[in-house]
């Protein structure tokens, strides 16, 4: 059994930064590693995704050059951080995981392919 429980969300000014956490406890070896994120009255929209067996990541274009996500493998914890935040990053973020292969991982976020969630922690972005 995978659990996962995010950290580090808050409010922060347009430009400014974050660094999310992902604690992750179970057997993860072989597994995608995404973050989503919903704004209110919008559909959940994955973020980024890591591949646990090599690395490989992926990004949705809208944070391609902003966001690094990564993965600390003494720690068991993987991170986004954020970088030139603006207000229409704000949203609930959440941390998931599935397993699958690299080439699953990298070819697309869908929230309905993951079957391990997280609380969220929330993101505010002011203009």
């Known amino acids: 059994q995978v659990q996962l429980v995010e950290s580090g969300g808050g409010s922060v000014q347009a430009g400014g930064s974050l660094k999310l956490s992902c604690a992750v406890s179970g057997y993860t070896v072989g597994f995608c590693m995404a973050w989503f994120r919903q704004a209110p009255g919008k559909e959940l929209e994955g973020v980024a995704a890591?591949?646990?067996?090599?690395?490989?990541?992926a990004y949705v274009d809208s944070v391609k050059g902003r966001f690094t996500i990564s993965r600390d493998n003494a720690k068991n914890t993987l991170y986004l951080q954020m970088n030139m935040l603006k207000p229409e990053d704000t949203a609930m973020y959440y941390c998931?995981?599935?397993?699958?292969?690299?080439?699953?991982?990298?070819?697309?976020?869908?929230?309905?392919?993951?079957?391990?969630w997280g609380q969220g922690t929330q993101v505010t972005v002011s203009s």
């Open positions: 890591l591949y646990t067996a090599g690395g490989i990541t």
């Open positions: 998931a995981a599935r397993r699958t292969s690299w080439l699953s991982c990298s070819g697309g976020l869908r929230s309905g392919d993951y079957n391990y």
